[in-house]
């Protein structure tokens, strides 16, 4: 990821402006959402590049938390995955790296 990251001139890891004008979520208890997520701190997003649709709005990254912001305790959130094989159409598989299970993820948005 980083390395994409340099490559497009995208905000690298630990930058002060990863978060900026982004407002924080709330944690959601009721579907045991509690944790605030490490890599966006409770943001569910993180900014790429700074203005890049006019001022005030960034290209923004979903975080891996898939924008909660917030994650369950204990539960595994496939952080580490590798791709597996392509499915179909923008349909892929991927297997987690933390808790070896499958998962899939429809990329046609
Ligand atoms: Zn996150
Ligand atoms: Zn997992």
Known sequence: MSESHAKYGYLP????DLFKDMPLK???PKIGLTELCPDC???GYRNL?????GKGK???QLCWCHGWGYL???KCVHKHSKHVAVRGRC???YECL?????YFIDSSD
Not at 13 to 16: A, K, M, V
């Open 13 to 16: 890891d630990g930058h002060p």
């Open 26 to 28: 709330n944690p959601n």
């Open 41 to 43: 701190k409770g943001h």
């Open 49 to 53: 590049r700074l203005d890049a649709y």
């Open 58 to 60: 960034h290209f923004q």
């Open 72 to 74: 369950a305790p204990g």
């Open 91 to 93: 349909y892929n598989e």
């Open 98 to 102: 933390d808790c070896g299970k499958h």
